[in-house]
């Protein structure tokens, strides 16, 4: 079986049967499977099944057959007697009802010939992966952590009967926004917790999400009864929190409320963070996300290379695009010796996108969360300009 190919769905669906369905049979069971092997986490190191096959899999292709897994049990542990026919049905209305709002992928003008490949073609768009930095949609780094959304939403949908983007929509946002508190708990902040933020931010797909004002209150745990929804919650929070060393005194103090919050015993927060250390130490090599302390920090640092590169190279088409901006010089200017406004620094943001619309080898900052990259930019504009221009800085 090839993911990567067309009528690979259908012959999972033949082959998915029998002792490997019913090992999957319960929800808790289905769960710590993905947890270990890595699919909650966002970064899926094995296969949930087929794992004797002898095929080596990409990690794209094995988080797909991982959460077409998901999928597809959670369908036969809530319809009874359901066929594979059915399940496709089912999946394809699911996913209709998710293109919406900010969804990225262009579901409804999929033209194939059969349910079946549709399907297929929607569970390729759906996965998205952190291979490379230059290729792969920065925006979407940490998206595949938050696929699991897919699977509750699924669940809910199949119970309930009715459009499931409202489930979706605000599971997503309590998601992030406990991150965003978890986060910010920390008694020492650097500047890849404020990164690994703006990732989470840009990772959503139904929601335009904020870090600031995020309390308790506005979050609504209390709406989260089922226990994979409590569980999946406090296992993201504890891979936003990890690190190499222990957790300071404003993460922990954190997970205790949480813990509170969703009426979730001290031991499983124990646990859960343990599971996050040890799959993180097993698979640090093989995951270049995991190669520091915080996730976000190899995000940051190979991306600055490559940002650094590119702008050095560009330097004299650089400095004559912004010496022809009159807004931009002064903004510029005033920013070294003042605060810029919120609007300021927004109009400085827009001018230098387009700046960069203008250079063909940056466009790099036009691809999908090229936004990101800005910050970076800003930080080598002192690299580019005459000393005069920063002699009051």
Sequence with gaps: MNPSTSGWLNKFLREFTGDERQSFASMEVLYEALLQSGFLYGASVETLVFKDSG???????RTKINLLTALVSMYYDTIEDGSTEDCIAALLQFYHHLNTKKSIFPWTTLITSSKSEKLEKILHARIQTNESVVIKNFSH??????????????????????????????????????????????????????????????????NQVSEDD??????????????????????????AVWNDHELDPGELDFL???????????????????????????????ISFFNYSNPAHHFYRQTSRTVRVLILRN?????????????????????TVRDLSKEEKKRVKDQLLDICKSVPSLTIFILPGGSLLLPLLIKFIPQLLPSAFNENK
């Design 141 to 206: 780094l940490l998206t595949n952590a938050l696929l699991f959304i897919d699977v509750l939403a699924f669940e809910h949908f199949l119970i309930h009967d009715i459009n499931p983007i409202d489930y979706a929509t605000k599971l997503e946002e309590s998601i992030t926004n406990t991150v965003f508190l978890a986060l910010k708990s920390k008694s020492q902040k650097d500047e890849y917790d404020g990164l690994l933020i703006k990732l989470f931010s840009s990772s959503v797909r139904y």
């Design 55 to 61: 095929i080596v899999y990409s990690e794209e292709e």
């Design 256 to 286: 205790a409320t949480l813990g509170m919050e969703l009426n979730i015993p001290e031991s499983q927060i124990n646990s859960s963070l343990k599971k996050v250390k040890t799959f993180i130490q097993n698979h640090r090599q093989e």
């Design 214 to 239: 995020v309390t308790f209150d506005n979050v609504h745990l209390e709406r989260y009864t089922d226990a994979l929804e409590k569980r999946y919650l406090l296992d993201l929070t504890s891979l």
């Design 315 to 335: 330097k004299k088409r650089l400095v004559k695009e912004i010496s022809e901006s009159k807004d931009l010089m002064i903004l510029l200017g005033q920013s």
